[in-house]
């Protein structure tokens, strides 16, 4: 009202100016722009004025620590796998100039060389993104996410970080189950959501099938798709106006919240956060709200895709701070950090990971264990999803029992220890964490407790202490052509699974719900269920509790010798099939050697199934006629390094892909 006043008697541009520099002094004062609504408000020919100023489009000179926060977007992409959302996030950074227009811009945000390598995102990236719309500049912060089930826990996480979702349909695909459960994860937590139907360049796609599965399973709307080819570029710029006309801006008390972190040898954590009220400098003291403890901020910065660094973040602004934290268990996912001086309540945080499958982990040569170790440990310094605990075994040596959120997850952790770390790994079967009610006085002792967790099989209590053994179960989803149906049904049996539901989503495809077992998943469930169905079936699960179950313990002899890493948990009636094709399999993957090998399968001391394998001497220089020595040493060396990807047990090689494969069925 002074200011109302004011203008009577004084020239606009003078008081114009005279706003202008209170302006700047209150928002670094306060940090936030509540400020500035009001001005706008109270005076619209003043504050046009001002926005037109704050908005030029000139991304390199812009000051992002004043970026008002209503021009500010926080959104993540998610989708069933493969469905494109790197392909989209490239277009976005293309169109927005993050980075610039080639052919060689292909999963930009994909760093990791098994991304690249598997054409999968695994790991969640952040990228802030400048759009001018209708005159106006906004900041986009945009997380590509992961589309495979194992990394759904990335996906959960990114969304907690977010406004709005765009979520992503291949128009030939239609809906799969990722899609489900990542609707109903940006659902839930009350998300814009704006459907985009990709990849409408090829030549069987379907959109108008894709909006009306979208409009019957999710009750969206058929007009609110946008149609789209992420890579050809098509309607790409449709959605940027549509995450700035349909999502909200973020709007939020004085707190920021981690929702990644990873380690970097040199500078220590360094965690992604978004920050959900005021702001946060260099220097400032912080605390982690998990751990009370508190860091003094070292560096803070946008990601644009590369780090940025910038004297502040602000509310609104997601981006990366490094603060002194030596270990990426002090930046927890889900954490609150605030000011030393203004505690805050936490936010919300999100469920923490649970590991589903756990394995044993061996250097291939016990000399090679300590550098195996810090393989080990700076890679679960990028990964704290994944658990470890130390373990030791009569034939493989001291090791390691790590814990993983599904197969997949185990396979990429293996990959890049053997890519990034050079380091040579056996990998035991692996085995769901099942429970046991305990009955012995002993081992309750022992325990602690009635109710133990087992994620190692060769700890598994006997029978006769145990009052009751219970399994993990998982709620799966198939979607699938009706035409697999009957197939699907039957693998599913097989797998002791039972029907919970069954609905058609259009005339043609079907969307079931069975209980699973864990175990009768974990290894091969996915494979089969794509190939039986020639790729067209998808699959996601979410955990279900706890079932009684009837187990027992089988073990896996070599020459009449237990083989510790192979011994396996099994369903009381599936023990003997079970036991008869692991006997097979292992016949199939051990290659013959100088003696003869009895694979044998027991439980306890009844052996439930055999097979032989003959005796064999592979002379490799049997074709090496005459006296070429370098020939004969090359086809030797060739032979050793072959042992090399071998483990000796007790006198016998066993090729180490054998301890997962052996587990892996042969479903019609
Ligand atoms: N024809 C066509 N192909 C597309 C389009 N968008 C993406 N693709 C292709 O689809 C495949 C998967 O694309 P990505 O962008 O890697 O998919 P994604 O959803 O990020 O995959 P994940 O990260 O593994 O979940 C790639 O081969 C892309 O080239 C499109 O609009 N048209």
């Known amino acids: 009202p002074s200011c109302l006043r004011a203008a009577e008697s004084m020239s606009l541009s003078l008081l114009r100016r005279v706003l202008q520099f209170k302006l700047c002094r209150r928002k670094m004062q306060s940090g936030t722009f509540v400020f500035r609504h009001r001005w706008m408000k109270t005076l619209p020919v003043i504050s046009s004025s001002i926005r037109r100023m704050s908005s030029q489009p000139d991304k390199d000179t812009v000051d992002l620590s004043k970026f008002p926060v209503d021009r500010i977007r926080n959104f993540c992409i998610i989708a069933h796998i493969d469905h ?15 980075i610039a227009k080639t052919e060689k811009n292909k999963q930009v945000l994909d760093k990791l060389q098994v991304e690249r390598e598997r054409g999968i995102t695994v790991k969640a990236q952040t990228a802030s993104l400048f759009y001018s719309h209708q005159g106006e500049q906004y900041l986009l912060n945009l997380i590509d996410t992961p589309g495979h089930v194992d990394f759904s826990y990335e996906v959960s996480r990114s969304i907690s970080a977010c406004q709005g979702v765009l979520l992503i349909v291949d128009a030939n695909q239609g809906i799969q189950a990722q899609t489900v459960a990542n609707f109903y994860l940006a659902f839930e937590a009350q998300l814009a959501i704006i459907p985009v139907i990709n990849k409408i360049d090829l030549k069987n796609a379907d959109p108008e099938r894709a909006e009306s599965q979208i409009e019957k399973v999710f009750d969206i709307p058929a007009e609110e798709c946008i149609r789209i080819s992420a890579k050809l570029g098509t309607n790409v710029e449709k959605v940027l106006q549509a995450v700035v006309d349909r999502i909200p801006p973020p709007d939020h008390p004085f707190k920021a919240l981690v929702f990644d972190s990873n380690f970097d040898h040199y500078r220590g954590v360094v965690a992604n956060i978004a920050v959900f009220g005021g702001r946060v400098r260099k220097g400032d003291r912080i605390v982690s709200a998990h751990l009370n403890k508190t860091y003094e901020v070292n560096e803070l910065g946008l990601l644009r895709p590369d780090e940025h660094p910038t004297q502040r973040l602000f509310a609104g602004q997601v981006g990366y701070i490094i603060a002194g934290m030596k270990d990426v268990k002090e930046a927890q996912i889900g954490d609150t950090l605030y000011l030393q001086e203004q505690p805050v309540e936490p936010l ?5 990971a649970k590991a589903m ?7 291939v040569d016990q000399s090679e264990y300590p550098g195996l170790r810090s393989a080990i440990d700076r890679l679960t310094l990028n990964d704290s999803s994944v658990t470890v605990q130390r373990d030791s075994s009569l034939a493989l040596g001291a090791g390691w029992r790590l ?12 990959q890049r220890l053997e890519q990034e770390y050079n380091a040579s790994v ?19 002792k022992e325990h602690g407790s009635e109710e133990i967790t087992i994620v190692n099989p060769a700890q598994f209590p006997d029978r006769s202490q145990v009052s009751e053994y219970l399994e993990p179960m998982v709620l799966g989803t198939i979607l699938a052509p009706d035409e697999y149906t009957g197939k699907i049904m039957t693998l599913c049996l097989n797998r002791r699974a039972v029907q919970k539901n069954m609905i058609y989503i259009d005339d043609q495809r079907v969307m079931m719900k069975y209980l699973f077992p864990l175990n009768e998943i974990v290894v091969d469930f996915y494979d089969v269920l794509k ?3 020639s790729g067209y079936a998808s699959f996601d699960y979410e955990n279900a509790g706890y079932q009684t179950a009837d187990l027992v313990k089988m073990d896996i002899l070599l020459n009449g010798r237990s083989v510790e890493e192979l011994t396996t948990i099994v369903h009381r ?8 094709a692991m006997c097979e399999r292992l016949k199939d993957s051990i290659p013959r050697q100088m003696f003869e090998i009895a694979v044998q399968a027991a439980i306890g001391s009844k052996i439930l199934a055999r097979e032989t394998i003959k005796a064999y001497r592979k002379n490799v220089l049997a074709k090496c006629y005459g006296g070429d020595i370098t020939r004969k040493m090359k086809l030797l060396k060739k032979q050793a390094e072959g042992k090399k990807k071998m483990r000796r047990i007790g006198n016998i090689d066993v090729p180490k892909d054998a301890f997962i494969s052996v587990l892996k069925r042969k479903d019609k």
């Open 403 to 414: 814990g993983f959120l599904g197969l997949l997850h185990m396979e990429v952790f293996n």
């Open 573 to 580: 009636e599936r023990a003997y099939r079970t036991g008869k």
């Open 84 to 98: 494109g959302k790197s392909t989209l996030a490239d277009r976005l950074l293309e169109l927005t100039g993050a």
């Open 357 to 363: 499958v756990f394995a044993g982990m061996y250097p």
């Open 531 to 533: 190939s039986m169905s």
């Open 348 to 352: 919300p945080g999100f469920k923490p």
């Open 426 to 444: 056996i990998v035991t079967a692996p085995t769901v964490p099942y429970r046991a009610v305990l009955s012995s006085a002993k081992l309750i």
